[in-house]
């Protein structure tokens, strides 16, 4: 089967944005098509990844509205929901656009617009993608994150602070990104004395509300090859799920979901994780990005945070950089969005285009997750 | 490429139900198996047809409540929304899956809970798939039916009594569903006489507010063949959209996203209209039936009355039955469920399996139409 190729890359800035969804997906979508330097006609599927658009703003429909407004009428387009992991599950829906023979150009555009709403009305309508036996008794993602870092915590004897360094690194990455919604470094003391949310987690253990949107043109690698100056190639993608009800895992440190996604996405890429250069994770909370790196393959279990005690994940330092972009803790957390925009960061760094983040990398990863590992999308790009 | 099978298929019953959406898509889903004679664990990939559960229910995530309560964790799981069409959508989704070779084995369950919320409530839901530069001064889809309706009949000299016709023949095919709304007749002196919504169409000429949900087994034919006593194939599937803004078109009285999304279906399967043996058409309201025909090329322009009027349509004696099941009109409109709903009649009529609504068909057509043509999906369907 022929390859799928991304021949162009975007995302808007991201923060708090006067801006409503359709104005944030248009943006990147145009920004896209730009990059890839390829007129809206040629379009045939369109994408939009989000997850509530009509919770969050009473607006639905956002995936019609966008085909109109780029000017890719009569394309077919689809809005992808697989909660906070909607922006993976795009891609994997673009590329089985391409893989199937359906679509000879597919734009996906995430996106979310949040930032209007107060923390609690957010939080609340995310909550709701978790089972109502959990969020109806008030255990929301937050809560979860913090009862399994207490427990992998004390079972695996690690140290407060190594979360604390997720955190720090993540935003130090950040400072690099004009794009992200926080450009500050933050030490490990501010971290460490800021504002419990759910114990053991502080307030820098957290990603924020952010507007944002980002963008990926797919094509066959044969068009590719034709019409684009340079692209890369999808390797590898797969999702997977886990238990809708959390608590009914066997074991909360182990995100099953991520593991499955994860060996489906290297199967089919032929790479293991010894062969991957860098990786953008979904540190919605901090513990999940050790979490996602013992589930990949990283780190045996209840040994990642070693990796982040030994500098490993460092930008410019370590054996595997992981959140280049300063990741959603940093770069923000626009729900359809974030998934897009780790693949954007991945392509960028695949083509040297990464400026002051940029690492040495042929291999990328990108691992995209809904609710507390309730869905998950793996994708492994590489250079053509 | 290998062709795309359906092995199994089933509908809830449709109507006011005592169930939320959840419940109502395990119903379905569940059914849809044990018709299949496939277990669960079979199922890699898993997508759910669904406009608003969020909005209408204040639950999200429901492809992966529903990938955990049927037991087919860890398969991938997607929402798909296209609005009113996101059961269409889902078809050509779970097509891509299997065509793609990502899946051997794709259910899709679509679904809505639509009662419990007031008429008010639900339409102000669905208005919100349209521009708001149109539903927000009050231009809801009924207005648009009602405006377009009003053209149509001017334009072509059409008696108002034939859209009365679409509605009574919809509700005589309903009375033999068991799983319809309304299983009552309905004769045109009762259509003609009810109270006008959106002059000059009357309460008649709407399809209800329902809850429902239908599920359809999808599998490479080469599968198929190994495990399954009987399926049909998906002989062609495509989709388009249309200005988003509706008031922007040439000519309102035409479909231009089904024209060209039949265009696509019908190329791909080698058919055209005079092959079709039977059809489900989105008759949300009465006008839309009459539009479809013509935008699929089944009448010429302002023609498609005269079908009506001279018993074309009709289920036993017509040359092309048109909505055997009864279609949106009485077996109701769950929007999720509508588009899988019309796959179910058209497989069940195929397979020799519609006991009292039998035709004699080999190859069927769906077409299952967002907001007012905003997008739309074709499909269809012939026996192995």
Chains 1, 2 share one sequence.
């Not at 780790?342 to 960028?348: D, G, L, M, R, S």
Request: proline share 4%; aromatic share 6%.
């Amino acid at each position: 089967m022929e390859r799928v190729a991304i021949i162009g890359a975007s995302m808007t800035k991201f923060g708090s944005r006067e801006a409503w969804i359709s104005e944030l997906l248009v943006e990147a979508g145009r920004a896209g098509l730009d990059d890839a330097g390829v007129e809206p006609s040629r379009v045939d599927h369109l994408y939009v990844s989000n997850m509530a658009s009509g919770e969050l703003e009473g607006q639905t429909g956002v995936s019609n509205a966008l085909a109109h407004d780029l000017g890719v009428v009569p394309a077919y387009t689809e809005r992808v929901d697989q909660t906070s992991a909607s922006g993976g599950a795009g891609i994997y829906a673009a590329w089985r656009s391409i893989a199937s023979g359906a679509s000879e150009c597919t734009l996906l555009v995430g996106g979310e617009k949040m930032t209007h709403r107060s923390t609690a009305e957010a939080t609340d309508v995310i909550a709701s993608l978790t089972h109502p036996v959990e969020y109806k008794h008030g255990v929301t993602l937050p809560s979860f994150a913090g009862l399994v870092a207490r427990h992998y915590l004390d079972r695996y004897d690690v140290p407060r602070e190594s979360l604390a360094k997720v955190a720090a690194k993540n935003h130090r990455n950040g400072v690099d990104n004009p794009n992200a919604q926080f450009r500050t470094e933050v030490d490990v003391e501010t971290i460490l004395d800021s504002p419990i949310v759910a114990d053991p987690l502080r307030l820098y253990d957290f990603c924020p509300i952010t507007d944002g949107s980002a963008a990926l043109v797919f094509c066959p690698e044969s068009v590719a090859t034709e019409i684009a100056d340079e692209y890369v190639v999808v390797a590898g993608v797969d999702g997977a799920t886990d238990t809708h009800v959390v608590h009914e895992r066997d074991d909360p440190t182990h995100m099953a979901a991520v593991a499955a996604s994860g060996d489906g996405a290297f199967e089919m890429s032929g790479y293991g994780p010894e062969d991957v250069d860098v990786a953008e994770l979904h540190d919605m909370f901090t513990i999940l990005e050790l979490l996602q790196l013992e589930a990949l393959g990283f780190a045996e279990r209840g040994t990642a945070w070693e990796l982040i005690e030994d500098g490993e994940l460092d930008r410019d330092t370590g054996s595997i950089p992981v959140n280049p972009s300063g990741g959603l803790k940093s770069k923000g957390h626009p729900l359809g969005a974030s998934g897009v925009a780790q693949a954007v960061e991945i392509y960028e760094q695949i083509l040297g285009d990464a400026g002051p983040r940029q690492v040495e990398a042929d291999v990328g990863l990108c691992c995209n997750v809904g609710g507390f590992g309730n869905c998950v999308t793996t994708t492994i790009l590489e250079g053509a």
